[in-house]
Antibody, heavy 118, light 108 residues
Framework: QVQLQESGPGLVKPSETLSLTCSVS????????WSWIRQPPGKGLQWIGY???????NYSPSLKSRVTMSVDTSRKQFSLNLKSVTGADTGIYYC????????????WGQGTVVTVSS | SSELTQDPAVSVALGQTVRITCQGD??????ANWYQQRPGQAPVLVMY???SRPSGIPDRFSGSSSGDTASLTITGAQAEDDADYYC???????????FGGGTKLTVL
């Protein structure tokens, strides 16, 4: 079955760039929107944005100025770069598959913890 | 408005019925989806397109919508339903995705 796996540094210094990659295995990469969602400690879910397999993007207005997403279809991977991070960016980062037909996130990675600290 | 509002906490006795609600102006236009998140786990989609259940989700879960409010109903709540539940939809512009603040469901 299709699986998503996040990878990247668990610790990032303030003002630096957070970089994560999500690898997709076991299924189709095309025809889906690939998304990042985060969850601060003890808080709710926040949509960061998504990227279509063709490379078109849609970012949350609250994070748009700091977010860049990219996709590598040959490797079935997509990535998140979040620049100028602060402690407020600490949390669990999930990659997820957004199904346009369902209008929902139908598949999630297990999540990766990112801490912003010097 | 670009917000979805949920009650922070709801409780239900084992075997009873509970309704979790999500309110927002955008829900007059766009449907809500629902996710269950158990402690230490990633969210799981339990309801989409108002009242469609993904494969593997028990039929005790159902969804509905009226006006600016969407609801997730669990009929005959089980101990394993004890979890956080999040609604998700589009903002009023329709361009961006948003989540509700989440409801912690306690099964007593």
């Amino acid at each position: 079955q299709v699986q998503l796996q996040e990878s990247g540094p668990g610790l990032v210094k303030p003002s630096e760039t957070l970089s994560l990659t999500c690898s997709v295995s076991g299924g189709s990469f095309s025809s889906f929107y690939w998304s990042w969602i985060r969850q601060p400690p003890g808080k709710g879910l926040q949509w960061i944005g998504y990227i279509y397999y063709s490379g078109s993007t849609n970012y949350s207005p609250s994070l748009k100025s700091r977010v860049t997403m990219s996709v590598d279809t040959s490797r079935k991977q997509f990535s998140l770069n979040l620049k100028s991070v602060t402690g407020a960016d600490t949390g669990i980062y999930y990659c997820a598959r957004y199904s346009r037909s369902a209008g929902a996130f139908d598949l999630w990675g297990q999540g990766t913890v990112v801490t912003v600290s010097s | 408005s670009s917000e979805l509002t949920q009650d922070p906490a709801v409780s239900v006795a084992l075997g009873q019925t509970v309704r979790i609600t999500c309110q927002g102006d955008s829900l007059r236009t766009y449907f809500a989806n629902w996710y269950q998140q158990r402690p230490g786990q990633a969210p799981v989609l339990v309801m989409y397109d108002r009242n469609s259940r993904p494969s593997g989700i028990p039929d005790r879960f159902s969804g509905s919508s009226s006006g600016d409010t969407a609801s997730l109903t669990i009929t005959g709540a089980q101990a394993e339903d004890d979890a956080d539940y999040y609604c998700h939809s589009r903002d009023s512009s329709g361009k961006h995705l948003i989540f509700g603040g989440g409801t912690k469901l306690t099964v007593l």
